[in-house]
């Protein structure tokens, strides 16, 4: 069974000669605790080249201590880090495949296998306020820690120090400063590591994070050039890879919110891939297709499984508020329940759905597609080239693709131009995510021009939901007659959807003027 347990600490390195100061002189502590004795064994897992470690999430199997067993600690904002339990178990060589589901967004295909070990002499306090209660625990540790040999033949090696965590219990983060700045004083340093697996494999996450793109043979070329290197400013390449490393990060870190039931973990990670998407196709000059459009395609293919999970989750948010602004008098029979009812049914399903696919040995090959795209970028010869100027034309073939579907659209009517304004929403997309991209060397253009395709993005999404609602509007009343219920109200909430939809149409059309301007100066 899997517990959770949110860890806000801060780490602190300390000389041999270091003494705790009076911590009962920090406001709110009353007394700090006896010291409490633990003997603690780590085997942290990794892949060989340190996939999890490098996402900021480490794996290990810790005995001794009152928090024995499998532990994955996973990044949650600043200084704090979402920490899952699992139990010991029988398993000692190889990761129980329930510890391993959280992260193999991460891992891909990838086994992790030992790469590190620790066995830390830990004395643990705690400071306690005057109603008795733990306001946090200072951990003062002896760490001997072992970095295991990447390849056979290799010696582990071996360091030592000595470190000092203070963890949050039911004090707040003003304590943790405060105590914080009393260990400084006293001559304590703040870590330089966030984990002590990070620290002992630090020469090994310096040398992956530059090691050389590829060989000769590969076909691929290393980012970068004679231009970056005399300080005229970042390469195409560079500015490009930049981004796709990022958004990777960003795809990444929504894989694990959706496995770990977090909300929006659907919605961030359908645009992580719409984003990635949209580089690979803006800057195909700089990134060879030949190897990008297959990652696209299989991009485009796991957004679009997890399409009905998101869509279904905002149709059913928005009903039921639109209900909820009813005058009671036109909600007819049991409304309110039923579309509860469906989306407590629909999130159920769709979280199951979601983690099926990203369980997927389809999906778990395009995470090695990605993590070797990030190893070996296959990068074209403008990648040398500065950034700007490819930035810009990548910005300029977005808004002319941007433009041809607004005409589209225009031309059009009824069904087909509906179908024309939501090809115009996805070239929008296309436009603001190039033109993140292309924001550190264009500036505030593009900032503008970001700014402007978001606005379309919202009103043209409005009606582009509606199709969504309708759908549900239909579906639940015909369910509602069958069960004998009056389904008035699911007729009155495919009406004013339609409404919806025609308002969000009709405000596109005042703002694309102002829009289109927006675009021309940009892209001048």
């Known amino acids: 069974m899997t517990t959770e347990h949110m860890e806000i600490e801060r780490k602190f390195e300390a000389g041999p000669e270091f003494v705790l100061p009076d911590l009962t002189t920090v406001p709110g502590v009353a007394c700090v605790g006896e010291p409490e004795e633990h003997e603690l064994e780590a085997t942290y897992y990794d892949t060989p080249d340190l996939r999890l470690l490098r996402s900021k999430v480490t794996l290990r199997r810790r005995t001794g201590g009152p928090d024995a067993g499998w532990h994955v600690k996973l990044p949650a904002g600043a200084g704090a880090r979402r920490e899952l339990h699992q139990p010991l178990g029988p398993a000692v060589e190889s990761v129980p495949q329930p510890v391993l589901e959280p992260v193999l967004g991460i891992l891909g295909t990838g086994s992790p296998v030992p790469v590190a070990t620790v066995h830390t002499h830990r004395l643990v306090r705690r400071l306690v306020d005057a109603d008795g209660r733990a306001l946090a625990e200072v951990a003062d540790d002896a760490v001997t820690g072992a970095a295991l040999p990447a390849e056979a033949g290799q010696a582990a090696t071996v360091v030592t120090w000595r470190e000092i965590e203070v963890e949050l219990a039911d004090g707040d983060?003003?304590?943790l400063d405060a105590v914080g700045c009393l260990l400084v004083e006293a001559g304590a340093r703040v870590s330089g590591s966030a984990s002590k697996v990070g620290r002992i494999l630090a020469d090994r996450l310096a040398a992956l994070g530059n090691q050389p793109s590829a060989g000769e043979d590969s076909g691929r070329r290393k980012p970068g050039g004679q231009q970056a290197r005399r300080g005229r400013g970042?390469?195409?390449?560079?500015?490009?890879?930049?981004?796709?490393?990022?958004?990777i990060g960003d795809l990444r870190s929504a894989d694990v919110a959706v496995r770990t039931g977090q909300p929006d973990g659907v919605h961030d990670f359908r645009v992580a891939c719409r984003r990635l998407r949209s580089i690979f196709a803006a800057?195909?000059?700089?990134?060879?297709?030949?190897?990008?459009d297959p990652v696209r395609a299989e991009l485009q293919w796991v957004g679009r499984e997890l399409s009905g999970t998101r869509d279904g989750e905002v149709a059913l948010e928005h009903l039921r508020a639109l209900v909820a602004e009813q005058p009671p008098e036109l909600v007819l029979?049991?409304?309110?329940?039923?579309?509860?009812?469906?989306e407590l049914k629909e999130h159920l399903r769709g979280a199951e759905h979601a983690?099926?696919?990203?369980?997927?040995?389809?999906?778990?090959?395009?995470?090695?597609?990605?993590?070797?795209?990030?190893a070996r970028p296959p990068v074209t010869e403008l990648a040398e080239a500065p950034a700007k100027p490819i930035a810009l034309r990548a910005v300029r073939t977005s808004g002319k693709r941007l433009r041809r579907a607004v005409r589209a659209a225009d031309r059009a009517s009824g069904q087909a131009r509906h179908?024309?304004?939501?090809?115009t929403r996805k070239a929008a997309k296309r436009v603001r995510y190039t033109a993140e991209v292309a924001l550190a060397v264009l500036g505030r253009p593009a900032k503008k021009l970001m700014r402007a395709m978001k606005k379309?993005?919202?009103?043209?999404?409005?009606?582009?939901?509606?199709?969504?609602?309708?759908?549900?509007?239909i579906r639940l009343g015909l369910a509602a007659a069958a069960a004998g219920e009056n389904a008035w109200t699911y007729g009155r909430l495919h009406a004013l959807e339609e409404a919806r939809a025609e308002r969000a149409e009709q405000q596109f059309w005042t703002r694309w003027p102002r829009i289109r301007a927006v675009l021309k100066a940009a892209t001048s």
Do not use: M, W
């Open 173 to 175: 983060e003003g304590l």
């Open 234 to 247: 970042p390469t195409a390449g560079e500015l490009v890879l930049a981004a796709v490393a990022e958004r």
């Open 283 to 292: 800057f195909r000059p700089v990134l060879a297709r030949e190897h990008t």
């Open 333 to 342: 029979g049991p409304v309110a329940a039923r579309l509860q009812q469906t």
């Open 355 to 374: 983690v099926q696919v990203l369980s997927d040995p389809r999906y778990l090959r395009l995470v090695d597609a990605l993590n070797d795209l990030l």
């Open 419 to 423: 179908t024309a304004l939501h090809e």
């Open 456 to 473: 379309v993005q919202k009103v043209l999404g409005h009606a582009q939901d509606t199709v969504i609602t309708r759908q549900y509007c």
